[in-house]
């Protein structure tokens, strides 16, 4: 069965990503509508991957933004504790873009829990988790503030939230990472009240005997004066067709990122790094086979052949090196200027290198 979300969260989760939303669906026409319960709520949902803690991998949810529509095949619940909104999935995909006006969000908000996830405090103990019954929220909040803090055990500040829902103070900390990135490049002023804001309130997995309540996303409405998308058009980009449309550098040119391509870059070196440690084990587990293998052309189970590793004929090449020394003039009477390729190189260091463009 395949369900359809609107993403109000995608925050870190133990090396990956925790994406959530509420339940839609498509109408004739194109528009997308809340599933609500027989209550009249709206419902909930939180894929879950096949990866040790449930967390979706950084490069699956790469594409997945607030307020992505996004699609879920093979569909499975899978509740635990008060994780309810738990669901096995097939593939994620994303599949529109629809964001939201602050009176369209107001239809998400929670207006049933006068306090976040059963107590006034900063976690639930696992003893009680169980009878929570919800884990994710979208609540309206006051007297906002964003500030850091330096713990003993952590090298780099962390960022917390204070703010009061239904006349008590929260302090939870912030896993989005969107709003992170604002943060660490200035743009979100820090220790300062905001009157109200709209967060996704997430309860996180057990960490020794504690599921502790964090902010999952900052959530920050479209302005009523835009105009409301049409259905999405999606150009199609590949790699030949932006090398064709800026094939050269311009030599000295700076390009200062905001919040959104940093948060992309920050995407891409964790999907390089997946990419790396998935390239060496591959190595790795040949090298294993080939040691086995000794002289033998053909790995095999039964009837099955598992692996080939045959030698290739001998084929004759040309030693342009050699014909360059015996004959130099006739070398460089051949030579045509070939035109310099663009080369994409991602600065892979770790991230507190970087801060302040250091």
Same mark, same amino acid.
């Given at each position: 069965?395949?369900?359809? +979300?609107?993403?109000?969260?995608?925050?870190? $989760?133990?090396?990956?990503?925790?994406?959530?939303?509420?339940?839609?669906?498509?109408?004739?026409?194109?528009?997308?509508?809340?599933?609500?319960?027989?209550?009249?709520?709206?419902?909930?949902?939180?894929?879950?991957?096949?990866?040790?803690?449930?967390?979706?991998?950084?490069? $699956?949810?790469?594409?997945?933004?607030?307020?992505?529509?996004?699609? +879920?095949?093979?569909?499975?619940?899978?509740?635990?504790?008060?994780?309810?909104?738990?669901?096995?999935?097939?593939?994620?995909?994303?599949?529109?873009?629809?964001?939201?006006?602050?009176?369209?969000?107001?239809?998400?908000?929670?207006?049933?829990?006068? $306090?976040?996830?059963?107590?006034?405090?900063?976690?639930?103990?696992?003893?009680?988790?169980?009878?929570?019954?919800?884990?994710?929220?979208?609540?309206?909040?006051?007297?906002?503030?964003?500030?850091?803090? +330096?713990?003993?055990?952590?090298?780099?500040?962390?960022?917390?939230?204070?703010?009061?829902?239904?006349?008590?103070?929260?302090?939870?900390?912030?896993?989005?990472?969107?709003?992170?990135?604002?943060?660490?490049?200035?743009?979100?002023?820090?220790?300062?009240?905001?009157?109200?804001?709209?967060?996704?309130?997430?309860?996180?997995?057990?960490?020794?005997?504690?599921?502790?309540? +964090?902010?999952?996303?900052?959530?920050?409405?479209?302005?009523?004066?835009?105009?409301?998308?049409?259905?999405?058009?999606?150009?199609?980009?590949? /790699?030949?067709?932006?090398?064709?449309?800026?094939?050269?550098?311009?030599?000295?040119?700076?390009?200062?990122?905001?919040?959104?391509?940093?948060?992309?870059?920050?995407?891409?070196?964790?999907?390089?790094?997946?990419?790396?440690?998935?390239?060496?084990?591959?190595?790795?587990?040949?090298?294993?086979?080939?040691?086995?293998?000794?002289?033998?052309?053909?790995?095999?189970?039964?009837?099955?052949?598992?692996?080939?590793?045959?030698?290739?004929?001998?084929?004759?090449?040309?030693? /342009?090196?050699?014909?360059?020394?015996?004959?130099?003039?006739?070398?460089?009477?051949?030579?045509?200027?070939? /035109?310099?390729?663009?080369?994409?190189?991602?600065?892979?260091?770790?991230?507190?290198?970087?801060?302040?463009?250091?």
């Amino acid at each position: 069965m395949d369900r359809y +979300l609107l993403c109000l969260a995608n925050s870190y $989760k133990r090396g990956g990503r925790c994406v959530a939303g509420v339940e839609v669906r498509q109408e004739n026409g194109g528009r997308w509508r809340l599933v609500r319960d027989e209550k009249g709520n709206v419902k909930w949902v939180r894929p879950i991957a096949s990866t040790e803690f449930g967390e979706i991998p950084n490069s $699956k949810a790469l594409l997945v933004s607030l307020f992505s529509i996004v699609k +879920l095949t093979e569909v499975e619940a899978m509740p635990q504790d008060a994780h309810v909104e738990d669901v096995r999935y097939g593939e994620l995909e994303v599949v529109d873009y629809r964001p939201i006006t602050e009176k369209q969000l107001e239809q998400f908000v929670d207006i049933r829990h006068s $306090k976040i996830f059963g107590n006034k405090g900063k976690a639930i103990s696992d003893e009680r988790v169980e009878s929570v019954g919800y884990s994710l929220m979208l609540v309206k909040v006051w007297n906002m503030m964003t500030y850091r803090v +330096l713990y003993e055990d952590n090298e780099r500040p962390k960022v917390r939230m204070r703010f009061i829902y239904c006349g008590v103070e929260y302090d939870l900390p912030v896993t989005d990472p969107g709003y992170l990135d604002r943060v660490q490049m200035g743009q979100v002023e820090l220790d300062k009240e905001v009157e109200y804001g709209y967060l996704t309130l997430s309860l996180g997995l057990e960490h020794e005997g504690w599921h502790h309540k +964090l902010v999952a996303a900052v959530v920050e409405p479209r302005n009523e004066s835009e105009e409301e998308p049409n259905d999405v058009n999606v150009e199609q980009i590949d /790699e030949k067709s932006v090398i064709k449309k800026y094939p050269k550098a311009v030599k000295g040119e700076l390009k200062e990122a905001d919040s959104d391509v940093f948060s992309i870059w920050k995407d891409l070196k964790e999907v390089k790094k997946e990419i790396m440690q998935l390239e060496k084990k591959k190595v790795e587990l040949e090298l294993k086979i080939k040691q086995e293998m000794k002289t033998a052309e053909s790995l095999i189970m039964g009837r099955e052949t598992l692996v080939t590793w045959k030698s290739a004929k001998s084929t004759m090449k040309f030693n /342009e090196r050699h014909f360059a020394e015996d004959h130099p003039d006739l070398y460089k009477s051949y030579l045509e200027e070939k /035109e310099g390729v663009r080369r994409f190189v991602i600065n892979m260091k770790d991230e507190q290198q970087t801060d302040n463009g250091k």
